[in-house]
């Protein structure tokens, strides 16, 4: 059974720094387009992030440059370090596999406040 599971969530405050980690089982990663999802309480899933299977990046604009998206293909891991974190970057963050088939995890929640 395919996994894709979240960790690294949590609370931190405004201009703090948090790192999200997605390990993916049972699935050919390395072909993989891996990307990072939020969703806010009110508010429809929309993309962050998204590295494709060669390794190419995008981002959504609200958070160019702040956050980074990585992948290690030997560790079937995808990545999220984000930076300078404000309060509209609280949601729940998805983690998605996309080739083939597509496949979510079950989300990490992030929570940025003083």
């Known amino acids: 059974q395919v996994q894709v599971v979240e960790s690294g969530g949590g609370l931190v405050q405004p201009g703090g720094s948090l790192r999200l980690s997605c390990a993916a089982s049972r699935i050919s990663f390395p072909a993989y387009d891996m990307s990072w999802y939020r969703q806010a309480p009110g508010k429809q899933r929309e993309l962050v992030a998204i590295?494709?299977?060669?390794?190419?990046?995008n981002y959504a604009d609200s958070v160019k440059g702040r956050f980074t998206i990585s992948r290690d293909n030997a560790k079937n891991a995808v990545y999220l370090q984000m930076n300078s974190l404000k309060p509209e970057d609280t949601a729940v963050y998805y983690c998605n596999a996309h080739w083939v088939n597509n496949y979510w995890g079950q989300g990490t929640q992030v929570t940025v406040s003083s």
């Open positions: 590295i494709t299977s060669s390794g190419n990046t």
